[in-house]
């Protein structure tokens, strides 16, 4: 669909958006062109330079730097004109977070500091302190002289904030520039952290700082966008004002191999940090920033972007400069052709929500890092991440930011069962939340220690639900070697020893709370010939698994960490006892997949009587390399009150079953899957009806 000024606004209907991040001499290329460029490769709506770093107009501002290559004309002028003509949405690029050295020369007061007195500068560009007249007053007269000029369908802020590091991946710390260390004293009294990180004691107040003022920043920058443009979309990277934008990328000091769902994370995780706005993540056709005229394999773009329309999501692309600017062409093809099925289907893809009916938690002490790198403390998230997509069953985030403020009601949202990672530390407004929740009649499944964060972020020693098993915690105990002795459990796990490493948190238990797998007798594990449990040796006294009716719900407790074991090891039993769990104290769920191949079941809905269900193949995935996967047959996927069903890829009606199974479940036989399929499928009953 094309771009149209007097339809709904272009971002409230499907968008897929090609980001053209262009160097100085591009501002030479034919905006004519590169508008056709996008359009036939189906875009309908670009990402331009205006300006910031550099100006891409005649800028009259004497400290806003002129592209050096500025032809005769306006640049900007011609890209809107072209975009407008090819039937595109124009979104204007402004990155406010640097400027160059003739205006560092004139005014260095407006720019970050290190700790060694030397200014924060990479290639002669130059990082703004958020508290320096640059960002505090300037940067309204570059958008005021911009937008005074030109109308924009929307504007995207790229970089900003207190950076830390620099293009050379380097940490370079904290600016203690002579604004903030006045601000901060004015503030909270003391001076900077002579360190960064929770070791000095003024650390914290220094992250409400920067928050502070980042916050002030963007208000005003919104309140002088709005007042020049009312219609305008404004866009921040992964903040959302109308719409919200992640990135996904390549970052070769990370840990190997990347994360393979990067892209249907960051989307979960920011569309429930912003519920109900329109999302996309720019997928980086470069590999990392050292390379960028390097590009990532077609594969590779294909594996990020179905999980991102998979999650509701649009299609979205970041090149370096312009189509023709690529040296290597030959990821286009791939992404070419999801960009123009995208087109052709995108009635399918309009006002999607999450059909998935369990919830991961994300805390709200920022557990998770949206953006792709693996940092301490994420593993237990990753872990229960990669349990339900190898279990095959859909899920969502829920942001625990929003439980925390009452933006997401818990007890009044489709849950059936919320997972929260090991070790995660909650509000008192968040436990109270989760326990209205299971009261309601709902599961929650916890791990480890679950402890309270008061209002000032330090970790309380206490469990603060009071649907939990758990009444008091006790010292933790090594319990490497340790397993689950399932053969008595009503769980199902094939009498499987399942293995327990780490610690082990023991507590006081609540009178009514049940054990529902016991732990196995310690033996020695060496010698071979020594490896075995004594004939007097006894069970563990602790249990496995614990569970207490809580209201008309369940709360579960794991008092140790089977999602981080699971994130390091991938034993089919650590991911089998999250699965076990929630098939005995969840409803049915409403979709199922069955078949043999590494595949991720993804649930959206547009109504309760319309889903659109996405199987993602990831067989294309060897460690670092992302290749064409081979075509996966033999899948089948059933549906609580199945009617007809339509598969988008293989452009066909899926066969299904004549009439539902006894659990009501009617099955289709799935086409061959190659990168992903989207089956359409109109149900016979409502969602609400089912369970």
Known sequence: MAFNAHDVPWYKRPYRIVQTNLREPDICRDPKKIAVSIREFGGNAIVSNVGGIVAFYPTELQYHTLNPYMPDGDFVRSMIDAARAEGLAYIGRFDLSKSMGDTFAAHPEWFMVNRDGTPREYAGAYQACPNGGWSQAYVGQILAEALGRYEMDGIFFNGGGFAAGDYTGINRGICVCANCQARFREMFGKDLPMEDGPGDPAWRDYLAFQKKVTSELAERNLKTIKSLQVGIAVIGMGVA???ARGETQRRVERPAPEWAYQSGEQSRHIQAMVPGKPFSATSAAHIDYPWRQVVETGAFHMVRLAQQIGT?????????????????HRFEAQVRWLFQWHRANEEHYDGLKPAAQIGLYSGGGGQV????????GMSGWRGIYTAMVDRRIPFWVVNGDRVDDGTTKLANEDWDALILPGNISLSEREAQAIDNFVSAGGSVITMGEVRLRNVSGANIASMPMISSPISAYQKPIDAHGWSLDTTNSTMDFGGARIPI???YYPAELKPDTNSLIGLAPQQFFGPPELSYARPETTPLPYAGVLKRAFGKGVAIHIPWRPDEQYYRDGLPDLAGLFAELIRIHAPPPLVRLEGAGPVELMAMRQSDESLLIHVINYAGQRNG??????FIHGLRLGVLGGGTAQALVAGQEVSGASAPDAAGYRWYDLPPVGFFE??????LIKVAAVG
């Open 678 to 683: 989207a089956v359409a499928v109109k149900r």
């Open 501 to 503: 490493d780490g610690l």
């Open 369 to 376: 890092n949206i953006f792709g790198k693996d940092t301490a």
């Open 241 to 243: 004002n109308e719409l």
């Open 625 to 630: 390399l992302y290749a064409d996967p081979p």
């Open 312 to 328: 509701g999501a649009m299609p979205d692309l970041y090149l370096m400069g312009t189509f023709d600017d690529q040296n290597d």
